[in-house]
Structures are given as C-alpha cells and as structure tokens.
C-alpha cells in the first residue's frame, strides 16, 4: 500500500468488529483456511480467493533512531509488488517447471495471531490487522528461516466468502535471512 492508500484505509475504519463475533470468527477462520491452503501447496485454490483488484505488496524496512522511527518502512522500493495478474502468473510459475528456486518446494508453516478486525466505509469489506510468524526449511538443513511481520489486509465479501482485495506486509527484519521469497506470506 502507498502511504496515500494505507491513510486512507485508516481513515475508512469505522469500527472494531467484536472478537467471538460471527463476522469475527468467519473472518479468522477464513484467514486460517488461507494458511492452511498455502502451508499444503494448494497454490491454485489459494488463487480462487484473490481479488481480481488485488494489490499484494511487502516494503523494505531501514532501521532508523527512536525520532525517525515512523520513516522506517520505506514504500519506493519493495521486496514484492503484485497485482492480480502478477499473482498469478507467480502461481502459474510455482506450479509448472519454472520455479526451480521452490524445487523442491520449501515446507511452511504460517502462523497467524493477534487478529483485530474493523469495519471500512464500504459494508463489504473489511480491515484486517493480523502478526504472522512464517517458518520455512529447505532441502535436509537443519536450520530454517523464521520471518515475521504484521499484515494489514482488506477482505471482501463476494457472496458468501471472502476475497483478499489487498495485503501489505511490514516485515519486522530489515536484512532478510531467508535466500528468496519464492513462497507466498
């Protein structure tokens, strides 16, 4: 999200969403069947659940002091920047021959914690503030990648699910220890 569109999803929320409540719980629920989809490979599905207005994005991060703390996160230079269709072509890609770098593919497993949900000026959609703990292990190491970070997401509701319509993810490293991102967050 630029700073224009993350002000302006700050400024659309109305109210929190009561945790335990139905629209709660089929909220975290959805977020937990995302997971569950990605940490299985089920790229294709994970797809269904897109926005075709999706706007998927991750900035970098620079460590700055205590006073420039707010000018950490920096949205002119990102590790991912996706669309729709760029999303999709990154799952063509991941399910076909050309994505040697998740081949053999990593093991996952997403966490996803601290959900607070609000309501937006649109009736269908919804600001979903999440932390995510992602662990990730390559080949036969014994080391794995332990990446985290908090989301801030806009899911719609299409009928009678949901549609994730755009996600920024504000990564809490500023230096990446993991080789790639070939996986998605």
């Known amino acids: 999200m630029t700073h224009d569109v993350e002000q302006s999803v700050m ?28 940490d299985n490979l089920k790229i294709s599905e994970w797809g269904n659940i897109l926005a075709t207005d999706l706007l998927y994005n991750i900035p970098i991060r620079h460590t700055r002091s205590s006073r420039d703390n707010a000018m950490s996160v920096v949205r002119t230079c990102q590790h991912m920047l996706d669309d729709y269709r760029s999303m999709l072509g990154r799952i063509m890609r991941l399910e076909g021959n050309s994505a040697w770098a998740e081949d053999p593919p990593s093991r996952v497993r997403r966490f996803i914690t601290n959900v607070l949900v609000y309501e937006t000026d649109k009736a269908d959609e919804f600001l979903v503030v999440s932390n995510m703990l992602v662990t990730r292990n390559r080949f036969d190491d014994d080391q794995y990648d332990l990446i985290s970070g908090v989301r801030t997401d806009i899911l719609r509701l299409d009928e009678a699910s949901y549609k994730l319509a755009r996600r920024e993810i504000i990564l809490d490293q500023a230096v990446l220890g993991t080789p790639n991102l070939g996986i998605f967050l």
């Open 11 to 38: 400024d659309a929320m109305r109210a929190p969403v009561a945790i335990g409540s139905e629209r709660y719980n089929t909220i975290l629920t959805f977020l937990y069947h995302e997971a569950s989809l990605l």
